[in-house]
C-alpha cells in the first residue's frame, strides 16, 4: 500500500520534470512579483515607523519571499484535472483504480509539491536572499517546525483544490466555484498582505474557523518567527486538525459522487 | 459559367515544399533538432470548374498541403497562386474568393441560431444583401435547413451542423471551395445529403472543388479526379479508374451462398478470385464492372444468404503504390520509391489536421 | 481606403454577435458580471488595508495615493476587457480557431479580439472608472481645463499602453508556448505596479518597471500633475503629460510582435 503511495508520488514528480519551460516561466514571475510586494510592504513599515502589525522590515522581506517560494508548492491556483476528468468523463476509470482517489490525488499532488520544492521554492528564496534584508530563522527548532507546517499545508491546499474540484459532479459549469476559490483563497490566506494586518476580530475567527490562513499565513509566521515556539506548534496543530477535516470532507464528497455516478450511470 | 472546366488554372502549385524543424529529446536533457519534410515538392494544376478529390494516409501532407493552399502556412519553397494570387501574401484578398469547410472546426457561431451565424457572415465577406438571400435560399432548398435554422449550432446534430458549415462556406460566393473531411462522423442519411448537394454545386461548374477525406465513397460519388499523396508527394494525379487499373486494387463483392455451386457463375468485367468455404463463398473482383451491377447480377443467377461489398483500403492502395514502385525498382519519379521514409513526426496528423484538438482523433 | 473603411460593419458586427452570445446564458452573464467586480474590488480595498498601519505609502498619504489607484485601475479594467482575453491565444491555436480567422478576409487579431470580447468583465472597467472619480473628487485637486483634459487622456493612453503589453506578452507564445506566466508578470505585475506610488520602489527594479518599461507614466507621473506635487524622484512637472509618448511606442512594439508572430506561425504551423 505504502509502495503505491510511493510510486504515484514518483510519477507526479516526474510528470512535472517535464514541463521544463512553465517552470522557469513562473520563477521568473514569482519573482517579479515578489520584488513587488517587497517593496510594498517595506514602504508601510518605513511609513508605520519601522513595525507593521508586529512585523519587523526584514520579516515582512522573508515572508513575502518564501511566500513567493510556497505558491507553487501548495499550488494555490491552477489545478483543474479533477474537473477536466469529471467533465470528460475520464473519471470513472479512477473508480477502477485499486487506490482510493483521494488518496491517488494526493499522492500525485505530493510528488508535484516535492518537485515544486526544487525548481519554484528556491528561486524566488534566492533572489530575497540577493537583494533584500531578509530575516533568518535564528532557532533551531524553527526548520523543523516550518517543514512540518509546509506539507500540512500542501495537503490543506490539495484537499481545498480537490473539492472545488469535485463541484463538478454536480455542477455543469465549475468556473463559479473556480473563481470564488481563486478570490478567496489569495486574499484570506496571507499572499497580498500578512494577515494580521487586519483587524484581530476578522483574523482570529478566519484562523479558527477556515482553512485558508493555514495554508499559507502559517508556514510564513512559522520561518519569520514571528512567535516563539509554542505558538508557531499551536499554529501547526491548528493546520493538522484543518488537514484532518479537509481529508474527511474530500472523501465524504467523493463517496457521494460515486454514489451519485452509479446510480445515474455516470 | 459553363459546365466543362475552363482554361485557366484556379490552383496552380509547383514544386511546392513545407519543412519542418522538430525538436525531438535526445537523451536525457538534450535535445536535437530534425527537420521533417511534411510536403516534398507538389506540383498541382487544378482547372475551373473540376472537382478534384486529395487523399492520401495520415500524415502524408494533405492538411498541410490545403494550409498553403489558403494561406494559413507559408511553404518552405515552390509557387502556389490560387484565383491567381499568392495565399500567403494576398490572404485577405485571397479569403473573399475561397470558402472553406473543415471536417473537425467549425466556423459557425456556438452559442447563436443557425440563421444569426449566416447573417454575421454576410457581413464579414461583404456580400450584398440580394445575392446572399438568394444563396441561402438555394441552400435552405438543396440541404433542407429549415427545420433547423433558428436552433443554437451548440444543439445541432453532427449532420445539420455540416449542411450549416456547407451553407456558410457557400454564401459569398466563393470561386474555390476546400474541403477537408467534411463527411467525418456523419450517419449515412447525412453523408448522402452532403454528397448530393456539392455533386450539385459541382455539375453547374460555378465552383472549382478540393476534396480531401478518408471515405473513398465521397471520392467515387464526387470526383472525377483523384490526386493521392503519400510521404508528401504525388503518387497518383488522375481518375479514380485509372488509380485501380494502375493498382490493380477493385472492390470485392462477397457472396454466401445456400448451396454451394458447382460451376460458379461469370460476370462479365468482374473475374472470380477464389472460392471459399467449399464453394459457399464466392469472392468476385469488380473491375470493370460496378459492384452493384455485380450484385444484381448474383442476386438473379444464384440463391444468395448473405452478400457483403469489401471497399479497397485506400491506405491498401497507396502501400500496394509503394510495393509496385519497390519491385519496379522506381523508375517513375511521381512513384518515388527512392522514398527515404522522412520519418513520420510523432502526432503530426493529431497537431497538424487542421482544426483537431488533440484527444479527437478520428 | 474605401476598402479598408469597409471593413468596419464587419466587425462590428462580430461585436455584435458576440454580445447576443454572451446574452443567450443570460443567468450565468449576470452572475459572472456581479461577480467580476470583485477581483478589482479587492485590489483596492488591499490598498485602503495598508493605509490601515500608515499614513503615508511612499511619502503620500492616502488621498493622493488613491489617486494613482484610481488611475491605474480605470485604465487597468478598461484593456483587460478589451484585449484581455488575447492571453488564451495558446488555446486558439490549439482549437484551430486561429486558423479558421486566418480563411476570413479579415485581420486575426481584431477578429480574435472581437469574438472572444469578455463583456462580463465591463463591471470591473465601470467599478475602476469609479473609483478614479471618486478618488480625484476628495484629493483636493486645484482644477485648471489642462487637468481636466488630463484626468480623461491619462487613463485613455493607459489602457493604449495596457493593451499593447497585453498583446505583446501573448504574441511571445508563438515562439515559446509555456510563456503564459511569463506576460502575466508585465501585465498583472505591470497594474499592482502602478497602483502604488514609484516612491515605494527602489534601485534598478525601479529604474526598469517605470523608465525603461514606461509604467511610471500611466498612473504616477499624471497624479503627480493632478495633484500639482513635485516629483520626489526629480523628473519635471510636465512628465505627467507624458503618458501619449509613452503609449504610442508601446502600440508600435506590440503591432510589431503581432505582425512577426503570425509570420512565424504561419511558418511553422505551431
Known sequence: MFRTFAAITGSGFRRYSTYRQATLAGAFTNTVFGFLRCHVLLAVATGAGGVAAGYTPDQLATFVWVGQGLLAVVLLWGWNDLAERIRTGDVASDLLRPVHPVLNYLAADLGRAGYALLTRFVPPVVAGLLFFDVAIPSRWSTPPIFAISVVLAVV??????????????????????????????????????????????????????????????????????????????????????????????????????????????? | MSA??????????????????????????????????????????????????????????????????????????????????????????????????????????????????????????????????????????????????????????????????????????????????????????????????????????????????????????????????????????????????????????????????????????????????????????????????????????????????????????????????????????????????????????????????????? | MADRLGVLPAYWALLRGQARSQVSYRTSFLVDLVGNVGATVFDVATVLVLFRLTRTLGGFPRAEAMVMVGLSAAAFATADLAVGNIERLRQYVRTGLLDAVLVRPLGALPQLLLMDLPLRKASRALFGVAVLVAAVLTAGIDWTPARVGLVVLAPVCGVVFFASIFVTTAALSFWWIDSGEVGSAFTYGGRDFTTYPVTVYSGWFRAVFAYVLGFGFVAYYPALALLGRADPLGLPVWAGWAAPAVALPAVLVAALAWRVGVRHYRSTGS
Open chain 1, 156 to 266: 490543506i491546499c490539495f484537499g481545498c483544490r480537490y473539492l472545488v474540484n469535485a463541484t463538478a459532479y454536480w455542477l455543469h459549469d465549475v468556473r463559479g466555484p473556480m473563481m470564488i476559490w481563486t478570490f478567496g483563497s489569495g486574499v484570506l490566506a496571507g499572499l497580498y498582505f500578512p494577515l494580521h494586518f487586519l483587524p484581530d476580530w476578522v483574523t482570529v475567527p478566519l484562523w479558527l474557523a477556515t482553512p485558508f490562513p493555514s495554508i499559507l499565513q502559517t508556514p510564513l509566521d512559522v520561518v519569520v518567527e514571528r512567535d516563539d515556539w509554542p505558538v508557531q506548534v499551536g499554529l501547526v496543530a491548528v493546520q493538522a486538525v484543518w488537514a484532518g477535516l479537509i481529508l474527511l470532507a474530500c472523501r465524504a464528497v467523493q463517496g457521494a459522487a460515486e454514489r451519485r455516478l452509479v446510480v445515474q450511470g455516470g
Open chain 2, 4 to 362: 466543362v472546366p475552363g482554361d485557366e488554372p484556379v490552383i496552380e502549385a509547383r514544386g511546392l515544399r513545407k519543412e519542418f524543424v522538430v525538436r525531438v529529446p535526445a537523451g536525457r536533457f538534450r535535445r536535437t533538432r530534425r527537420r521533417v519534410t511534411a510536403v516534398d515538392g507538389i506540383d498541382l494544376t487544378v482547372r475551373r470548374g473540376e472537382m478534384v478529390g486529395y487523399i492520401g494516409p495520415n500524415g502524408a501532407g494533405k492538411s498541410t498541403t490545403l494550409k498553403m493552399l489558403t494561406g494559413v502556412l507559408m511553404p518552405s519553397s515552390g509557387e502556389v497562386r490560387v484565383c491567381g494570387l499568392p495565399p500567403v501574401a494576398r490572404r485577405t484578398q485571397l479569403a473573399l474568393r475561397i470558402g472553406v469547410v473543415f471536417g473537425q472546426r467549425s466556423q459557425l457561431w456556438w452559442d447563436l441560431p443557425l440563421r444569426d451565424s449566416f447573417a454575421l457572415l454576410r457581413h464579414i465577406y461583404r456580400v450584398p444583401a440580394a445575392a446572399h438571400a438568394a444563396r441561402l435560399r438555394r441552400c435552405r432548398e438543396l440541404l433542407d435547413l429549415d427545420d433547423f435554422l433558428d436552433v443554437p449550432v451548440r444543439q445541432l446534430s453532427l449532420g445539420q451542423r455540416m449542411r450549416g458549415e456547407l451553407t456558410a462556406a457557400l454564401l459569398h460566393g466563393p470561386e474555390v471551395l476546400f474541403l477537408d473531411e467534411p463527411t467525418i462522423g456523419l450517419d449515412v442519411v447525412s453523408k448522402q445529403a452532403v454528397r448530393a448537394f456539392l455533386a450539385e454545386l459541382g455539375r453547374s461548374g460555378e465552383t472549382t472543388l478540393l476534396l480531401t477525406t478518408h471515405d473513398l465513397a465521397d471520392i467515387e460519388r464526387l470526383c472525377h479526379r483523384l490526386v493521392v499523396i503519400d510521404h508528401g508527394r504525388v503518387v497518383h494525379d488522375g481518375s479514380i479508374g485509372a488509380l485501380h487499373a494502375r493498382y490493380g486494387s477493385r472492390r470485392l463483392v462477397v457472396a454466401e451462398l445456400d448451396e454451394p455451386l458447382t460451376t460458379p457463375p461469370v460476370l462479365a468485367g468482374a473475374p472470380l478470385l477464389r472460392t471459399e468455404a467449399d464453394g459457399r463463398r464466392l469472392v468476385f473482383a469488380c473491375e470493370s464492372a460496378t459492384a452493384s451491377a455485380v450484385v444484381a447480377r448474383l442476386a438473379g443467377l444464384v440463391a444468395l444468404r448473405d452478400i457483403a461489398v469489401v471497399e479497397p483500403d485506400i491506405e491498401d492502395v497507396v502501400a500496394r503504390i509503394y510495393r509496385n514502385a519497390a519491385s519496379e525498382g522506381g523508375a517513375d519519379p511521381a512513384q518515388g520509391c527512392s522514398i527515404t521514409r522522412t520519418a513520420k513526426v510523432p502526432g503530426a496528423s493529431a497537431s497538424y489536421r487542421w482544426g483537431t484538438s488533440p484527444g479527437n482523433v478520428t
